[in-house]
Nanobody, 117 residues
Framework: VQLQASGGGLVQAGGSLKLSCVVSGSIFDINIMGWYRQPPGKQREMVALISNVGSTYYADFVKGRFSISRDNAKNTVFLQMNSLKPEDTAVYYC????????????WGQGTLVTVSQ
């Protein structure tokens, strides 16, 4: 499974960006799709997850501002980011996990989001 993330860039505080991650092959059997981020000088952290039945989970620091969604027909997971803050500056990575037989845990290459004051 290969993932290609896009949509990062430079935005002013209070602005919005939408990240996309296209997954090679069908995402129908993928259990969890998610977005993680790694701020400069810090460890990678979970941002948002979405299950194969559409259940979502958000880190407290993005609740109410970010929204994760998936389009199975387009093999894509999205992260809509609103009300961005400078502390949201990070490299954002998409991740997919399949459990059970033929399980895998795959990462995209990352896309940089920079939020200026």
């Amino acid at each position: 499974v290969q993932l290609q993330a896009s949509g990062g860039g430079l935005v002013q505080a209070g602005g919005s960006l939408k990240l996309s991650c296209v997954v090679s092959g069908s995402i129908f059997d993928i259990n969890i799709m998610g977005w993680y981020r790694q701020p400069p000088g810090k460890q990678r952290e979970m941002v948002a997850l979405i299950s194969n039945v559409g259940s979502t989970y958000y880190a407290d620091f993005v609740k109410g501002r970010f929204s994760i969604s998936r389009d199975n027909a387009k093999n894509t997971v999205f992260l809509q980011m609103n009300s961005l803050k400078p502390e949201d500056t990070a490299v954002y990575y998409c991740n997919v996990q399949k459990f059970g037989t033929q399980s895998f845990n795959s990462w995209g290459q990352g896309t940089l989001v920079t939020v200026s004051q």
